[in-house]
């Protein structure tokens, strides 16, 4: 069978596409080509830029590309007010970014919500910073609140608004130490050193040990009486 498959080892299957023929491709070289057609395509052709035709594809009222470039250069130009650009385009400019508002559809208000609601315009806003985050029912920021601290001001304390901007975060405290002491590193406590002693002295510290051990089972464990008949104490 045809569709049978193949379970030899991977590093003697041929490689996909092996054994089919294909057909050779004759280039042509870059001399052989037809030059003279193409020179009088370039010739019959325009000079048109890409900038050009995208200006006639949008503005189709029939202005020239030129007087499009002109005003686009002179409302694009760095420094310019809008009292200066009025006078070249109509229609009223926007006091913030200085773009003129362009009337999409009816001149209403929705006019300028679009302008708003564009890239240009609010780059040009200031960024509004979101309110402290501070509790309001704190006696301490009702004692400052009371002396001019505003906390949404985004100032720290002091005449010159440098100081610190948030409470201090207060730590656990688990020792008995007082506030402000310095204490030494945390040392831990040293065992007794070991002593090496010979085979004399271990012999030695056993009988010892022994000998207490005896007077220790003695104290506890004799009967008075039976010493007294005995004749021991």
Same mark, same amino acid.
């Given at each position: =069978?045809?569709?049978?498959?193949?379970?030899?080892? &991977?590093?003697?299957?041929?490689?996909?596409?092996?054994?089919?023929?294909?057909?050779?491709? #004759?280039?042509?070289?870059?001399?052989?080509?037809?030059?003279?057609?193409?020179?009088?395509?370039?010739?019959?052709? /325009?000079?048109?830029? /890409?900038?050009?035709?995208?200006?006639?594809?949008?503005?189709?009222?029939?202005?020239? +590309?030129?007087?499009?470039?002109?005003?686009?250069?002179?409302?694009?130009?760095?420094?310019?007010?809008?009292?200066?650009?009025? /006078?070249?385009?109509? %229609?009223?400019?926007?006091?913030?970014?200085? *773009?003129?508002?362009?009337?999409?559809?009816?001149?209403?208000?929705?006019?300028?919500? $679009?302008?708003?609601?564009?890239?240009?315009? =609010?780059?040009? *806003?200031?960024?509004?910073?979101?309110?402290?985050?501070?509790?309001?029912?704190?006696?301490?920021?009702?004692?400052?609140?009371?002396?001019? &601290?505003?906390?949404?001001?985004?100032?720290?304390?002091?005449?010159?608004?440098?100081?610190?901007?948030?409470?201090?975060?207060?730590?656990? @405290? $688990?020792? +008995?130490? %007082?506030? %402000?002491? @310095?204490?030494?590193? $945390? @040392?831990? /406590?040293?065992?007794?050193?070991?002593?090496? =002693? #010979?085979?004399?002295?271990?012999?030695? !510290?056993? !009988?010892?040990?022994?000998?207490?051990?005896?007077? *220790?089972?003695? !104290?506890?464990?004799? $009967?008075?009486?039976?010493? @007294?008949?005995?004749?021991? %104490?």
């Amino acid at each position: =069978m045809s569709d049978k498959e193949d379970c030899s080892p &991977w590093e003697q299957q041929r490689t996909f596409g092996a054994g089919v023929k294909r057909r050779r491709i #004759d280039f042509v070289a870059a001399a052989a080509a037809p030059t003279q057609a193409i020179q009088l395509a370039r010739r019959t052709t /325009p000079s048109i830029s /890409p900038g050009d035709r995208y200006l006639n594809i949008v503005f189709k009222n029939g202005a020239s +590309t030129e007087d499009h470039d002109s005003t686009s250069t002179e409302v694009f130009k760095p420094g310019r007010s809008a009292t200066q650009l009025q /006078p070249d385009l109509k %229609g009223p400019f926007c006091e913030i970014c200085n *773009l003129p508002i362009d009337a999409i559809g009816d001149p209403t208000s929705t006019v300028s919500t $679009n302008h708003e609601s564009t890239i240009a315009h =609010m780059v040009c *806003l200031t960024h509004s910073h979101p309110p402290s985050h501070l509790d309001r029912s704190r006696q301490g920021l009702k004692y400052l609140s009371s002396y001019g &601290w505003d906390p949404d001001s985004r100032q720290g304390l002091g005449a010159t608004g440098k100081g610190v901007r948030a409470p201090i975060k207060a730590k656990v @405290k $688990n020792d +008995t130490v %007082g506030l %402000g002491a @310095k204490t030494k590193g $945390n @040392k831990k /406590p040293q065992g007794a050193k070991v002593e090496r =002693m #010979d085979a004399k002295q271990v012999r030695k !510290m056993d !009988m010892e040990d022994r000998r207490k051990r005896e007077r *220790l089972r003695e !104290m506890f464990y004799r $009967n008075d009486d039976v010493e @007294k008949y005995l004749g021991g %104490g």
